[in-house]
């Protein structure tokens, strides 16, 4: 054996047998623990308080909390912020008889005082390296601040984009999602949990959330197993083999059992099939509306589903603090089921160091040079950047000249600060919103000094008032171009932020209709946290681009891409319907026995006879300053075996005049099977960057694995047959085809 090879398996033997040993010690510790611990006490340990200072549900009014922790009745505390206010929460846990150490939690899901874009938005990106980057910078501000638990990533698969909480997730692919979600759980976590740096992630919501009835927020999930196995499970099971620390169960009810209370979830997958070794926290109250489900009468038996089922902690709704002991005594449940659920919450203590130092996330010094390290910002502007969407650039008006004379900046989004952070931001006690650039500020910082800047305001976000028109088409008509930035307000999207009517809202476009009335050149920003219906912006004007809410750079990275400092590489992640009733719309749908394949004849098929079957964007597109030509694809053999693999080759030129970036993607599908397949599958892609006038060989492989479906009984199979391969700039733009066989 070589020597290299010899070192290496070496030190993968030292690191394995250290990691096991440290476990064991840890182990052998939450014994111990747990051993000196009062029933009381074990419970304290699966009850966790929102701080008074910033509520993200509906709290519960508790006048006696500090005595509650002195007592060691509150294992965690979330929305704590600051180290200051942190370390003395965590100075009363330590007036408790076992001095048993608080975990802190926190939303943070798109940056802490570092905001970056939405993760909708950075899920555009297709770029990993950027997703993690941004988990790993959030990581580093919050632990630096007290926080040591973050509630993300949200990986739930969403094809409804009335669904408000679909900006939080990465959007409708279950291969896409489970990649982003394998990326944000390695950010946030850092080389190991207890680094100073990391935080522990917690993956939500489990399960189905996204598939929410209507789109409603907080409604029931009705689907066959087959499909909870094949889209919405992956992207969790994807986020456990990455290493997270904590799962996150979900409101809705699946199938008609609340997820809260689903020990076929929570026990079964889980903790049975999955072996997750971490511990399950509910969703804000979710064990106490249980009751509300009419799935259990009280919360005394809201309690006993929930822990039974698996969830080991409760967020906030006190059904275990008041029934778990009761539930005992009554002989319904063992002492031994909630000393699982301690001993895991009490491992991940361990694992944190906060045992070993209970305020070693409290360092004012750290915080403060976490909290204002220039490094963080440059990477902020770059991944707000790397988000953009290009939706549509006619005669190459896109990008801008920096010497343009004159441009008129116009919209109600043009000046606000607030409103690029988008939804679940964090508001950090004591820091002002000053660090967030304005897209005008953006604008300012980079044109030159011979270019005029105007400013109109044109209308507000939402209501029916034109009476800044005139000031606004006055405007215009000074200016050679118009930059038009319109879409929804930032709190239109999220949690409870479910919306029927999708289309941009107010007077919005009516102003667009003035402006491009005035015959001048007129780029659309569209900001926002979902697909938007809007379809005459898309039909009339020139330039579009998609910018989301793209967090506290958001100003610096559209100008970077208006003037083609950066050239836009995003992709949309989720299909953008022409209108709400397509919805759901997605791009990997079955065929049916009577397929529509256009919108000219929509007799005796699946189709509507009054809309178009066509999206107005597809899963997966975005367009670039330059332009991208597919050829030579090449596999190495149209035959495979299960054992096999296709070397899979193309070669992509940049036909254009700029330099740029191109997410080639990869779909399949099989074309006969034991049970129907979607009519094209994402299967895999590469982000390349490409010079003008250059070429591109890129390789995938193609085996077993990118080919296996759960089959009926749900077993993960794979079924010889035709396979038809497509490579393309979306799911919709497929540039080359071949097939090949899959044989016994």
Known sequence: MPLKFFISAFLFCSIFFTVSAQQKTWSNKVDSVLHLMTLEEKIGQLNQYTDDLTLTGPATVDNDKASQIKNGQVGSLLNSLGTTRVRSWQTMAMQSRLKIPLLFGQDVIHGYKTTFPIPLAEAASWDMDAIELSARIAATEASASGINWTFAPMVDIARDPRWGRVMEGAGEDTYLGSLIAKARVTGFQGKKLGGLDAVMACVKHFAAYGAAVGGRDYNSVDMSERQLWEVYLPPFKAALDAGAATFMNSFNDVNGIPATGNAYLQRTILKGKWNFTGFVVSDWGSIGEMVNHGYVKNDYEAALSAIRAGSDMD?????????????????????????????????????????????????????????????????????????????????????????????????????????????????????????????????????????????????????????????????????????????????????????????????QEDLLKELLATGKPVVVLINAGRPLVFNYTADHAPAILYTWWLGSEAGNAIADVLFGDVNPSAKLPMTFPLSVGQVPIYYNHFNTGRPATNDNNHIYNSSYTDLSIFPKYAFGYGLSYTDFKYSDLKISKNKMTAKDQIDVAVTITNTGKYDGEEVVQLYLHNKVASVVRPIKELKDFQKIQIATGASKTIHFQINAQKLSFYNQQLAWVTEPGDFELMIGSSSADIRLKTEFELVK
Not at 344 to 373: H, M, S, V, W, Y
Not at 401 to 406: A, G, I
């Open 315 to 507: 967020m906030e709704s006190r059904s275990y603090k008041n029934n778990l002991a009761k539930l005992v005594k009554d002989n319904k449940i063992p002492v031994s089921l909630i000393d699982d659920a301690v001993k895991r919450i009490l491992l991940k203590k361990f694992e944190l160091g906060l045992f070993d130092d209970p305020f070693r996330f409290c360092n004012t010094t750290r915080e403060q040079q976490a909290l204002n390290n220039a490094a963080h910002v440059k990477a902020a502007r770059a991944i707000a950047a790397k988000s953009i969407v290009l939706l549509k650039n006619e005669n190459h008006l896109l990008p801008l000249s920096k010497s343009t004379k004159t441009i008129a900046f116009i919209g109600p989004l043009v000046k606000p600060l607030l409103q690029n952070k988008g939804f679940w931001d964090v508001t950090i006690p004591g820091v002002d919103s000053n660090f967030i650039v304005s897209q005008w500020k953006g604008l300012q910082n980079k044109v030159g000094a011979s270019s005029t800047l105007l400013y109109a305001k044109g209308c507000d976000i939402e209501g029916d008032n034109k009476a800044g028109f005139a000031e606004a088409i006055a405007i215009a008509k000074q200016a050679d171009v118009v930059i038009l930035s319109i879409g929804e307000k930032r709190d239109m999207s999220g949690e409870a932020k479910s919306r029927s009517n999708i289309n941009i809202p107010g007077v």
